[in-house]
């Protein structure tokens, strides 16, 4: 099965092309590593110091963290979750959350280490 960890430049692209012209929410879906390899902490761990570094760069762009919690159980699908922790980020315009990963300091790598898998949904209001 093909994990996904990082948007991708292609994803990237046709996400610029889409008509977007409103705020916007993004969908984190997150499954953690059990170890972050060359290290003695887990991928929850790891995300922790992820979600610290990161935060600046949330205020930054006006973003608010809306849902930051555990994915308990699914009432349909799998019997179990496959996601350990469910997030959506509001984010004032796409051109706020572009600013945001496209910042070169913009800690990636943090979240990258300790994600064994992933989904980025961007989300739009209807109405």
Same mark, same amino acid.
């Given at each position: 099965?093909?994990? %996904?960890?990082?948007?991708? #430049?292609? #994803?990237?692209? $046709? ?17 953690f ?12 761990? #790891? ?7 990161? !935060? ?11 849902f930051?919690?555990? $994915? @308990? ?6 019997? $179990? ?5 469910? &997030? &959506?980020?509001?984010?004032?315009? @796409? ?10 300091? %913009?800690?990636?790598?943090? @979240? !990258? $280490?300790?994600?064994?898998?992933? @989904?980025? &949904? ?6």
């Amino acid at each position: 099965m093909e994990k %996904y960890l990082d948007v991708t #430049q292609e #994803q990237l692209m $046709a996400f610029m092309e889409l008509p977007i012209d409103k705020p916007l929410k993004m969908l984190n879906l997150l499954k953690f590593k059990d170890k972050v390899e060359g290290s003695n902490i887990s991928g929850e761990e #790891q995300y922790n110091i992820y979600m610290k570094a990161a !935060i600046p760069f949330i205020k930054e762009t006006e973003a608010k963290v809306v849902f930051y919690g555990s $994915a @308990r159980f699914s009432l349909i699908g799998p019997e $179990a979750s496959e996601w350990d922790k469910v &997030i &959506i980020v509001s984010y004032p315009s @796409r051109a706020h959350f572009v600013k945001m990963v496209t910042n070169g300091s %913009y800690p990636a790598d943090l @979240r !990258i $280490a300790a994600l064994e898998d992933s @989904r980025l &949904i961007f989300c739009e209001e209807i109405g």
